[in-house]
Structures are given as C-alpha cells and as structure tokens.
C-alpha cells in the first residue's frame, strides 16, 4: 500500500474556499505517496484523527505567515495572512513532531516551519533585503530563476548529487533568523538560507522553491519528493 501524505490545503479567502495545487498532488504520487488533502479545521481531536491516517505531512505555499507568531508588528510590505491556517499547521506539526512523523516543507511551508521552531522572517525582501536577486519571478514557473549553493555533506547535497542548483522561485518573504535545531541545506547568491532539515527529526526538510512547478522537467525537483515518500516507507 502506498504511504499517504496529509496535504495543507490552500485558502482563498476571496472566494471563501479551499483550493490545491495539482503539483503537489501529482509530484508525490509520482514519488510512490498517496495525497490527502485535509480539510479545514481548528480542532485538535480532528487533527489527530487526521493525522493517524498519515504517514508525513507536505507543507504547501500561500499566504504571508502572521508576524504575530514571531512577535513582530506587521509592516507595509505584508501581503494577506490567514490566521487561521497558521493555527491549523500550528497543530499538525505539534502532532508530526510528537509522533516523529516526516514532514517536507514548501515556499510558505519552509518559512512556517522556521517560525513554528522559533525562528524568525523577512516580512517584505524587496524592503528589507534588497537584491538583484529575482526571488519573484513570473510564469511559467518551472524555469529557474537563479541558483542556489548546496551545503557540503548535507542530506540534500547527498540526494542530489551537486554543489549548486538552478532553481525556480515566487516569494516575497524568507527565512530571517533560522530556527534553534534547524540546519541549513542550501543558499541563494544574497545569503538567504533556501533550504534546511532538522537533524532530531527522522525526515524534516524544507525548501523555498518550488518543485511541484518544476518535478516534470527537472530531475533533482523529483528527487525531493523521492526522498520524502522514501522517508515515509
């Protein structure tokens, strides 16, 4: 049987409505998982029951995370929150940490986790860290945007099998002060940690690209996925 993964569903507060991706379905069941995608809910039994079903969790992208979890007051460059989500997540990863279950972090999913461990954020890059960086480019998103210097030794290094990477890239925030516990995997050319993975965990890795853009095209972006589903099994 195929290992199921609960997926974080995206939110469209516009329309009052759950949206997906189908990337991030069709990369990990391309990988050998079987995609769940949980409903909204705020209850911490329903979580549990949920998560009991699951054998890791995939952190997908969305929304600005609330600067009120790393207490700091929001600034002009901020985009939508969605408070609600954050208390979601906030739940599923208590859950996955307790249980030891592998989670895998993307985008939004890479910068929650950072700030679920007590790390901290860049708000707004274009006003606080300004680059020549393109860490927003436009469509279509499975072309690289720039690269990215792998950590020697590191889990991903070891998966992927290179010292640096072209990657694609749609954000607006990234991670600030890493995490205690957290080490980095991977950084763009203006210093942005772009990846890390927590060595206490069994599997928690996170990066800020994208490869549910990019699985199709791009071997390594596959490869992510791979080790993930591997970690499940």
Known sequence: ???????????????????????YLDG???????????????????????????????LTGGQDVSPALYHQTPLAGLTECCPKRDEMETLVLEEALRTDKP???????????????GGTLYQDLPSQHPSSVVHRQ?????????????????????CLGTETLPVNSCHHQAVRDLASGLEAMAFSPDGLAEAFWRPQS?????????PEFSFRTDPNSLR??????SALR
């Open 138 to 158: 436009r469509a279509p998103y499975d072309r690289p945007a720039h690269p990215v210097a792998l950590v020697p030794f590191s889990p991903l290094q070891k």
């Open 202 to 210: 069994r599997f928690l890795w996170a990066v800020q690209w994208h």
């Open 103 to 117: 989670v895998l972090g993307i985008c939004r999913g890479l910068q929650f986790l950072n700030v679920f461990l």
């Open 224 to 229: 992510i996925f791979r080790a993930f589903v």
């Open 1 to 23: 049987m195929k290992p199921i993964v609960g997926v974080m569903p995206l939110w469209d507060d516009e329309k009052d409505s759950l949206w997906m991706l189908p990337g």
């Open 28 to 58: 990990l069941q391309e990988a050998g998982a079987l995609p769940l995608v949980f409903p909204f809910t705020r209850d911490r039994a329903e979580i549990g029951q949920l998560a009991s079903l699951c054998a890791g969790f995939l």
